[in-house]
């Protein structure tokens, strides 16, 4: 896969593919990610500065993903929308997304973010499946996932560590069929409101 330049925007809030210059302030983001959200992403938060670098580096040259960097308004990096472990034989990928601080939530930015992703892995990717897992304790999560067409397939039960107890892994996909019917009801839907 060749690598270009991709961007979106909404009410301020920049969607794009990162540049090599951005290695720095993505670093810092991430090492300062809040614990709530290494919690709900199921992030290490011990990751060195050396290592998000070079991932980083990795990711800009990677033919089996596609990444994207949450702006705000400010020029600040939020966080990250990803298309990851790409199969092309299968035309199946990972999807993930983590807004970095807690107070970047709640204001639909990860919501569009994912309906952009979403749309980038079937329209430019040629996809046929996008899947992803969340876990049970990030009931925004899913609902976010849902909107945007994903649908559950399945539950790993108490998979993952919740203090002293457990949660499961919701698995969720969505397949090239159904996001093709959910953009169809969206565009009759923006027709019927412009009418």
Excluded at 17 to 41: F, G, H, K, N
Excluded at 139 to 147: I, N
């Amino acid at each position: 896969m060749k690598k270009r330049e991709h961007s979106w925007e909404k009410d301020g809030y920049t969607l794009r593919s990162p540049r090599a210059q951005d290695a720095e302030d993505y670093c810092a983001q991430c090492l300062a990610m809040d614990p709530a959200v290494d919690r709900l992403t199921g992030s290490r938060p011990d990751f060195t500065r050396e290592e998000v670098l070079a991932h980083f580096r990795r990711c800009l040259e990677a033919e089996d993903r596609a990444d994207f960097l949450i702006i705000g308004p400010d020029g600040r990096i939020l966080g990250e929308s990803v298309v990851n472990e790409i199969d092309w034989d299968a035309r199946c990928a990972n999807f993930r997304i983590a807004l970095f601080r807690s107070d970047s939530c709640g204001k639909g930015i990860g919501s569009w973010a994912v309906r952009m992703t979403r749309d980038f892995a079937f329209e430019e990717l040629g996809l046929h499946r996008l899947e992803l897992d969340v876990f049970s304790f990030n009931p925004r999560a899913v609902r976010a996932y849902e909107k945007a067409g994903f649908r559950r397939e399945g539950i790993r039960r108490e998979a993952v560590p919740n203090g002293a107890a457990y949660a499961d892994d919701i698995l969720m996909a969505i397949l090239e069929d159904e996001w093709r019917e959910l953009k169809r009801a969206e565009q009759t839907e923006g027709r019927t409101a412009c009418s």
